[in-house]
């Protein structure tokens, strides 16, 4: 999502378009991946070791294909617990125009495959790449109504090409909030140090410190009452990081990180 933007990079060595591949098509089912690679140290998929068995996680793949053919709707101002803000954002794309909302739908489908592989309760917050929406609040609501033991919202960044890398963003009390601030800390956390470790993929150089923000004005977060934070997976603006973020090969991998983020987080 663009910087501002309401509701998961030093120059990266390009990886060619070679393994790009298109969104999965909108089922709601996991697509397969021909190139995964091995999964991270933070559990095994197929055993009832891992800490992730048995949890609720709840997945946010940011905005949704339709937005930009129904402005009206989206801009629909929703209360996030300070103030208005538009119901939902139409993402931004890398300049080759890979869309981010196609992104996050590939990444959180292939998280959500690794996770239920390893026993975990996995719900998307949307079931395809071609609505509208839902809401900024609705999203949020999803995982309080499932009372999530986590959650996660992926994004891409819009930024200036010259900034690249990752951050982790983390919510600011805001309200009912509150209780989760201190729980979500301890998941931004285990999510930043395990994708820099899963992706090799730096701390961003223009937002955050350490690979972290703080933020009070994302209703994704602000309206929460589970465990949740937001990832900028990468800047599509940045020539280096859109080479990754378009690689189904590095989304696999981001995927995959982020699943041992929940189980480094949940353990």
């Known amino acids: 999502m663009a910087v501002g933007a309401g509701l998961c990079f030093a120059v990266l060595a390009a990886c060619g378009g070679s393994d790009r591949e298109p969104a999965p098509r909108a089922t709601g089912v996991t697509p397969t991946a021909t ?7 933070g559990g095994s998929p197929a055993t009832g070791g891992s800490a992730v ?15 930009a053919d129904h402005k009206e ?5 929703v209360f996030v617990g300070n103030g208005y803000k538009p119901c939902n954002t139409v993402g931004t794309n890398t300049r080759d125009g890979y869309s981010e909302h196609a992104f996050t739908w590939d990444v959180a489908n292939r998280l959500a495959r690794v996770l239920r592989d390893r026993g975990a309760k996995v719900t998307l917050t949307r079931k395809d790449d071609t609505g509208v929406g839902p809401c900024v609040t609705e999203r949020a609501a999803i995982g309080n109504r499932l009372r999530a033991d986590a959650s996660v919202s992926i994004h891409a960044d819009g930024a200036e090409p010259s900034g690249h890398g990752f951050h982790v963003i983390e919510p600011e009390a805001v309200g009912k909030n509150a209780p989760i601030v201190e729980p979500s800390r301890k998941l931004g ?7 820099r470790s899963g992706t090799g993929i730096p701390y961003s150089t223009y937002r955050g410190r350490d690979g972290l923000d703080r933020r009070s004005d994302l209703g994704g977060l602000n309206m929460s009452t589970v465990p949740v934070v937001f990832i900028e997976c990468g800047n599509m603006q940045n020539p280096g990081d859109a080479a990754k973020l378009s690689s189904a090969r590095d989304r696999q991998r981001m995927a995959e990180s982020l699943a041992a983020a929940f189980e480094n987080y949940l353990r």
């Open 53 to 67: 068995s048995g949890k609720v996680i709840v997945v946010d793949p940011g905005h949704n294909g339709g937005n």
């Open 189 to 195: 956390t285990a999510v930043r140090d395990a994708y």
């Open 73 to 77: 709707e989206i801009d629909r101002k």
């Open 35 to 41: 190139d995964v690679s091995p999964t991270p140290t």
